[in-house]
Nanobody, 124 residues
Framework: VQLQASGGGLVQAGGSLRLSCAASGRTFSRNAIGWFRQAPGKEREFVAGITWSGGSTYYADSVKGRFTISRDNAKNTVYLQMDSLKPEDTAVYYC??????????????????WGQGTEVTVSS
């Protein structure tokens, strides 16, 4: 599975962005997908995850109620809608896929495939 993240940019606090994670590889529809982020000087952290069917989602407490993850398997794409953005959301955002048919995980080293990252900057 190859992943390509896009949609990042500069936005003011309170604004919105939608990130996309486009995948190639015929097994994509069977992979749980996670979004992670890494701010300068900080460790990579889990943001949100979605099962292969889209039936289950999970969010970090810091983004719950503001971010929404969804997927369209027909388009091989996972989305992260980010609303009410805060300066502390500034980071490089990565999408990642788990191998096989495993469920959502919050630990980065349990994901097998990673996109290149897209930068999000939220100004105050």
């Amino acid at each position: 599975v190859q992943l390509q993240a896009s949609g990042g940019g500069l936005v003011q606090a309170g604004g919105s962005l939608r990130l996309s994670c486009a995948a190639s590889g015929r097994t994509f529809s069977r992979n749980a997908i996670g979004w992670f982020r890494q701010a300068p000087g900080k460790e990579r952290e889990f943001v949100a995850g979605i099962t292969w069917s889209g039936g289950s989602t999970y969010y970090a407490d810091s983004v719950k109620g503001r971010f929404t993850i969804s997927r369209d398997n027909a388009k091989n794409t996972v989305y992260l809608q980010m609303d009410s953005l805060k300066p502390e959301d500034t980071a490089v955002y990565y999408c990642a896929a788990r191998g096989g048919s495993l469920g959502i995980a919050t630990t980065a080293n349990t994901y097998d495939y990673w996109g290149q990252g897209t930068e999000v900057t939220v100004s105050s």
